[in-house]
């Protein structure tokens, strides 16, 4: 995996984990539960795509190799990605779905609020474009959690299930490294301790709320998204989305 600057570094985190994001509710197009539900699912998923260009643009000037969003999209390999492992995992029903978005909209939503302010100027105004369109995403998938956890036995315990399938995976909203505490020192990015404390809160609340539990903290494991150690349905995942772009380079219509 190539390694860039600690601020393209981040911006490829964030750009690639709301690709992906964007990309698994896409994956609900004809599937939904209803269709109300699936114009919701598209349109956050939309909205996470334009959130991936611009973070992803503004990494392709930094890195000023000649390629541009859509190539560092559908371009790039496996092991070059940085999107949380969180993203990346299937679907599965409904309830899994909904309490994936919602523990990454939980992170994003602090993470945002955050960066609006921060000491680079670009950044924070990526930011406070995406916060607008999380603010809404954050309330539907609470919602959700709440509605399905503190509903009918059936499905407080597909949330129950959902949560603990995926409850793994957010060690990586509460781990810091080398480029974290970088920006942080910086001013750029928010610090790592008091955003963690922020999303636990959310998240306690929202569980509580839905009569769920509270798992304790996640604990790491040998994947890591930002090392470019995924679990292998992102491969899946690429195969499909890359597939295009791969068979027909540099294609226009």
């Given at each position: 995996m ?22 698994r509710?896409?994956?609900w ?16 998923g ?5 959130q ?47 309490s994936?978005?919602?523990l990454?909209?939980a992170?994003?939503?602090h ?17 406070a ?9 954050l ?19 597909r ?19 080398a ?14 301790g008091?955003l ?8 306690a ?49």
């Amino acid at each position: 995996m190539k390694k860039y600057d600690e601020l393209t570094e981040f911006l490829l985190r964030m750009g690639d984990s709301a690709l992906v994001q964007g990309q698994r509710l896409c994956e609900w197009c004809g599937r939904a539960p209803a269709l109300e539900e699936e114009m919701a699912l598209m349109n956050v998923g939309l909205d996470l795509v334009g959130q991936a260009r611009n973070w992803l643009d503004y990494a392709a000037q930094r890195i000023n190799d000649g390629r541009d969003a859509d190539m560092l999209a559908f371009r790039r390999d496996e092991r070059d990605y940085r999107n949380l492992l969180l993203v990346e995992q299937p679907n599965g029903d409904f309830a899994v779905t909904m309490s994936k978005q919602f523990l990454y909209d939980a992170w994003q939503f602090h993470l945002l609020e955050a960066l609006t302010e921060s000491a680079d100027q670009q950044v924070a105004a990526i930011a406070a474009k995406s916060l607008k369109e999380v603010i809404y995403h954050l309330r539907r998938s609470s919602e959700w959690v709440e509605r399905l956890g503190d509903g009918t036995e059936e499905s407080h315990q597909r949330m129950a299930a959902a949560i603990d399938t995926l409850w793994r995976f957010t060690f990586e909203f509460q781990e810091t490294d080398a480029v974290v505490d970088s920006l942080s020192e910086s001013g750029i990015i928010p610090d790592a301790g008091a955003l963690k404390q922020q999303w636990q809160q959310t998240v306690a609340k929202v569980f509580t709320d839905a009569t769920l539990s509270v798992p304790e903290d996640a604990r790491s494991f040998y994947l890591s998204g930002r090392e470019g150690m995924h679990t292998e349905h992102l491969g899946i995942l690429l195969a499909e989305m890359q597939f295009l772009q791969r068979a027909y380079p540099d294609a226009s219509w």
